[in-house]
């Protein structure tokens, strides 16, 4: 199983042009099913996926999981600025299936003010009815190179 990883380049935007510290701000990831058409040009917040999220049920809740120990770091070696999170997990307790999953920040307002951070794409779709983890690489999910 592979999953590409992206930046949505507004969000990546507003994040450099208003800074904000994500290790502040409660951050989420959403699973969104594969009628979803990702568009990290346009898409801005999480209004532009909501009719698209699992539903909440069978060990899903609707927003996704909150995000711990968020972090960012830099590498002096690969001269990129990371940023890493605890490995999310889900208990689901029936089959569940999803292809892509969104990174947002969780303003506590409403869907059109929560600013979307990254897109996760899944190889295939996946489906799962017990426990999954989403083990994140020990170097970080996202990057942005220096060079």
């Not at 989420?28 to 999480?46: C, E, G, Q, S, W």
């Not at 609707?62 to 690969?78: F, H, M, R």
């Not at 292809?99 to 794409?121: E, K, N, V």
Request: charged content about 15%; proline content about 3%; hydrophobic content about 40%.
């Amino acid at each position: 199983m592979a999953i590409t990883v992206n930046w949505y380049g507004l969000g990546l935007l507003s994040l450099l042009d208003t800074p904000t510290d994500l290790e502040g701000v409660t951050v989420k990831l959403a699973l969104v099913l594969d009628t979803y058409t990702p568009n990290r040009d346009t898409h801005d917040f999480r209004d532009d996926f909501t009719a698209f999220e699992l539903s909440n049920a069978s060990g899903y809740t609707t927003g996704g999981v909150t995000l711990s120990g968020v972090a960012w770091s830099y590498d002096a070696a690969s001269q990129q600025v990371r940023l890493d999170f605890t490995d999310p997990s889900w208990t689901f307790t029936a089959t569940r299936t999803w292809r892509y999953g969104i990174i947002y920040i969780d303003t506590g307002g409403a869907d059109s003010t929560d600013p979307l951070i990254a897109l996760l794409t899944w190889d295939s779709n996946q489906t799962v009815s017990t426990a999954y983890t989403l083990t994140i690489d020990a170097a970080g999910l996202l990057y942005l190179d220096v060079t």
